[in-house]
């Protein structure tokens, strides 16, 4: 006999804990120090977003310092390069990975030696087979160890004029190589296989174990979840995982929640909502907009009643909150954006803009909210100009 379909009602307060708790951001140190934290870190997140923008530290190294108080750059280097415990590739976007995750990608690697990518349709196999015959010759490498390309047009913005770049690229895609070291940007690329001292490429995953995965991986680290939330720019799986849902709700494993101000249902374990032990916490958090609680923008406004706007692509004189505005989490609550920049030369953290929001915007609530905040940014500022 099939369950009946009642729907949990859950405030957005509750979400809002739930939420902070699932991406560890209600405690301290959840996850220790050291290598063993990030490789720890990245499992429990399912992925950690890289970006170019270093008008502050990168994104990737600043979603891990958020979550490991000690966090050194050479701790991500070492889960990368000499743990193997992370990868590069793509999920939403550009992410390291944890490897016991690995097999969920092969079928996207696989299908791109079939099909190619769209994004790298200039790719000849000339170029292919110097960059393949250079890595298997001289071992790992970089572009700038490649000096005779000649340069060709740019297909769109980010694409590069190295045609031996886009081949790295598209092996990379492809999972014959990998990003086995990063320095800055720039990355070192190795044989996939060489890297992690395989004699052959592990098995993928099934498409019903992928699928078991993208909603696991979301229920572990959002607590509350949606089809668009498990489905992050990924809406060709929508389907099966409405269908995994379904099975899993029947099987009483997943229960419907009702979110307060929600148009679309969600769903939780039964275990999860219980927020009886989760207290509100009182740390503060300086976070990057490609953090996982707040690059999905459509759900960060849902349950947290805070619309982040991303303007570093709009013109000066149309921002509102600033060139790279970083939310401000106090307790369960974001109550300010803050354009921070690094002056490095200088060794300062510069507050190009302050913008109060939510709770922040009361003024009564800012005599409190603003030492905590200051205090926080000193932390940050340490992190910011330290190794």
Not at 14 to 21: D, G, H, K, S, T
Not at 84 to 102: G, I, K, M, N, Q
Not at 330 to 336: L, P, T
Not at 345 to 370: F, P, T, Y
Request: proline fraction near 5%; glycine fraction near 4%.
């Amino acid at each position: 006999m099939s369950r009946p379909k009642i729907s949990h009602p859950l405030t957005k307060a509750a979400a809002r804990r739930l939420w902070l708790r699932a991406q560890r951001l209600d405690t301290r140190a959840p996850f220790g120090a050291g290598p063993e934290a990030v490789a720890a870190a990245v499992e429990h997140l399912g992925y950690v977003q890289i970006d170019t923008i270093n008008v502050i530290e990168r994104s990737h190294h600043h979603i891990l310092w958020n979550r490991i108080p000690e966090y050194r750059r050479a701790d991500l280097r070492q889960a990368q390069s000499i743990d193997r415990s992370v990868f590069e590739y793509w999920t939403h976007a550009l992410s390291y990975v944890p490897t016991r995750d690995l097999r969920f990608f092969i079928p996207a690697m696989k299908r791109h030696r079939r099909e190619g990518h769209k994004w790298l349709s200039s790719v000849k196999p000339a170029d292919l087979r110097k960059v393949m015959r250079l890595l298997r010759r001289d071992g790992a490498l970089t572009i700038r160890d490649i000096d005779d390309d000649v340069l060709v047009d740019k297909e769109h913005l980010w694409a590069s004029r190295k045609p031996s770049k886009r081949a790295l690229q598209l092996l990379f895609y492809q999972g014959i190589a990998t990003i086995s070291e990063r320095s800055g940007m720039l990355k070192t690329y190795e044989l996939m296989t060489r890297h992690f001292g395989w004699g052959h490429q592990p098995k993928g995953a099934s498409p019903r174990e992928t699928t078991a995965y993208l909603l696991d991986r979301s229920l572990r680290a959002q607590g509350v979840v949606s089809l668009d939330s498990i489905c992050h720019l990924d809406a060709p799986s929508k389907a099966q995982v409405s269908r995994l849902i379904e099975a899993r709700v029947r099987a009483g494993e997943l229960v419907p929640v009702a979110l307060e101000g929600a148009a679309k249902e969600h769903w939780a374990r039964p275990e999860a909502l219980d927020v009886s032990d989760v207290g509100a916490s009182e740390l503060v958090h300086i976070l990057s907009p490609f953090d996982p609680l707040i690059i999905q923008r459509k759900r960060t406004h849902l349950i947290f009643d805070y619309e982040h706007r991303f303007e570093a692509y709009v013109p000066k004189e149309k921002r509102v909150l600033g060139y790279f505005a970083l939310p401000v989490l106090a307790g369960c609550d974001i109550v300010a954006a803050l354009d921070l920049k690094t002056d490095r030369k200088n060794r300062k953290l510069l507050v190009q803009k302050w913008s109060w929001v939510g709770a922040g915007a009361r003024r009564d609530a800012r005599k409190e909210l603003k030492p905590r905040i200051e205090q926080e940014l000193h932390r940050f500022e340490r992190f910011q100009l330290g190794e």
